[in-house]
Each structure stands twice: as C-alpha cells, then as structure tokens.
T-cell receptor, first 110, second 118 residues
Framework: SQELEQSPQSLIVQEGKNLTINCTSSKTLYGLYWYKQKYGEGLIFLMMLQKGGEEKSHEKITAKLDEKKQQSSLHITASQPSHAGIYLCGADTGGFKTIFGAGTRLFVKA | GAVVSQHPSWVICKSGTSVKIECRSLDFQATTMFWYRQFPKQSLMLMATSNEGSKATYEQGVEKDKFLINHASLTLSTLTVTSAHPEDSSFYIC??????????????FGSGTQLSVL
C-alpha cells in the first residue's frame, strides 16, 4: 500500500524566516494535495500538483512536485503567525481514495 | 468555492448513546463522500467511503456495525456512532468529491466534529 512520509514532524520558526516541509511517497503520485489544518478544525485546501516538475504558488506559499512524482515540498517565505498550524500532504491512490501524511506542526514565534 | 458543511461541530454524550454526524455538500453533488477519524497529534485515518445509494465501503479494522454510514442523497452523508464509548472520542471529518470531478481533483472537507463520550 502507498504511504506518505512528512518531515519534519514539527517545526518552530521565528517570524519572518523561511521554511520547507517535505512529503515523500512510497509510490508514484497521481495527485498530490497540500492542506492546512488549524487545531481542532477542518482542512483548508492549499494546492494540488499533478505533473512532474510542477510548481504552484499562492501568496507566500510555494509547492513543488519533483520530476519523478514521488516527492513534494512546501515552502513558506517570510513566515507569519498566521501560517501556524498543521500542514498535511495527501495523495490520490488511484481508486478515488486519498491518503494523508502524519502532518507537520508549524509554530511561528512572533 | 465548493463548501461542505458538517454538523455538529462538537458533541458531548453519555456512554451507551448514539450520535449522528451530518455531512452536506452545499453547492455541488457528491456521489462519493469520505469519513475520517483523527486522534490528537495524528493524521487523518480513512474510516469508510460513502457511496450514494449503496453500502459504504469500510477500511480494515473499522467496525461497520459501530459506525453506521448512510448516503441517502447526492448532498448528504451521515455517520452514526452507535453505543458510543469513551474510546470513540475523537475528531471526525468528512470530505466530498463532486460528481463532475475525477481522480486527481481536490477534495472538499467539512469543518469536523469533536466527539467526547463521557
């Protein structure tokens, strides 16, 4: 079965600093999603990547999918307290199901 | 954007009672909805796939008689936790796919339900 591994598990950064979160799949990704979750709340869709080498940006968040389609990274530039939360990567398994990584807990110190 | 409404946001119940959680797609039709469970500091665990007009497909290890799923219409799926016990306390989230979206399209998530069983 396909598995997603996220790293780091948690991250504490000073406000204004850049950071990167990684998501590695044990199999080729058909579709890779990035979500943000605030503690005790639902998931907010950030971006979806499908093509090898694809890169998308939204405000200060950029996500990339490698050429082999097995690894994705999420980069936040000039982090702010509003970026704090849990970042989850999700992947389609090819059967209309989506699996998720364990998440990366981001804390931003003001 | 598409919206999925989940209700209630939180519920506290006594051990032995049943609790129903609703998941509605507000502006699109969803032939398939998913139910997840999330423990503190852990990721989402898929419990079951809810298909409109047919029986739900449960993941391995999920008791179908414990977690009853009904998907009676293209906009509503319900999860009933029967005879709830403290170990059922968790955060439950639903998600939905539009009938016009195939694999690789984004899922839309509800805001979750925090269940606490006393």
């Amino acid at each position: 079965s396909q598995e997603l591994e996220q790293s780091p598990q948690s991250l504490i950064v000073q406000e204004g600093k850049n950071l990167t979160i990684n998501c590695t799949s044990s199999k080729t990704l058909y579709g890779l999603y990035w979500y943000k979750q605030k503690y005790g709340e639902g998931l907010i869709f950030l971006m979806m990547l499908q093509k090898g080498g694809e890169e998308k940006s939204h405000e200060k968040i950029t996500a990339k999918l490698d050429e082999k389609k097995q690894q994705s990274s999420l980069h936040i530039t000039a982090s702010q307290p509003s970026h704090a939360g849990i970042y989850l990567c999700g992947a389609d398994t090819g059967g209309f199901k989506t699996i998720f990584g364990a998440g990366t807990r981001l804390f931003v110190k003001a | 954007g598409a919206v999925v409404s989940q209700h209630p946001s939180w519920v506290i119940c006594k051990s032995g009672t049943s609790v129903k959680i609703e998941c509605r797609s507000l502006d699109f039709q969803a032939t398939t909805m998913f139910w997840y469970r999330q423990f503190p500091k852990q990721s989402l665990m898929l419990m079951a796939t809810s298909n409109e007009g047919s029986k739900a497909t449960y993941e391995q290890g999920v008791e179908k008689d414990k977690f009853l799923i009904n998907h009676a219409s293209l906009t509503l799926s319900t999860l009933t936790v029967t005879s709830a016990h403290p170990e059922d306390s968790s955060f439950y989230i639903c998600s939905a796919r539009s009938t016009h979206r195939g694999p690789g399209e984004k899922l839309f998530f509800g805001s979750g339900t925090q269940l606490s069983v006393l």
